[in-house]
């Protein structure tokens, strides 16, 4: 069974950083992993992704986040920087698997605030 566990979400001051954690299980195979959020009232907006050698970044976001991937512990990590009271909502992992099938963490929720 696949899982999908994010952490590290929290309350950071405008101009700050935070990293977000994502840890997969049950996959084996070969996969795309990434990162979305997902503001009230609005769509799911895609914000980096890792496929096999390439790691792709949202206008929104380039230059300031940074994904990186632990595979030793089945890990990718999202490094924010610069944060702006804009970047305050829930942030979610989803792999992408060979075939098509697609899982979503429950996601972490980062409130960037005075």
């Known amino acids: 069974q696949v899982r999908l566990v994010e952490s590290g979400g929290g309350l950071v001051q405008p101009g700050g950083s935070l990293t977000l954690s994502c840890t997969a299980s049950?996959?084996?195979?070969?996969?795309?992993i990434g990162w979305f959020r997902q503001a009230p009232g609005k769509g799911r907006e895609g914000l980096s992704c890792?496929?096999?050698?390439?790691?792709y970044y949202a206008d929104s976001v380039k230059g300031r986040f940074t994904m990186s991937r632990d595979s030793t512990k089945n890990t990718v990590y999202l490094q924010m920087n610069s944060l702006k009271p804009d970047d305050t909502t829930v942030y979610y992992c989803?792999?992408?698997?060979?075939?098509?099938?697609?899982?979503w963490g429950k996601g972490t929720l980062v409130t960037v605030s005075s």
């Open positions: 989803h792999v992408l698997r060979l075939g098509g099938m697609d899982y």
């Open positions: 890792i496929t096999t050698g390439n790691t």
């Open positions: 049950g996959l084996s195979d070969d996969y795309a």
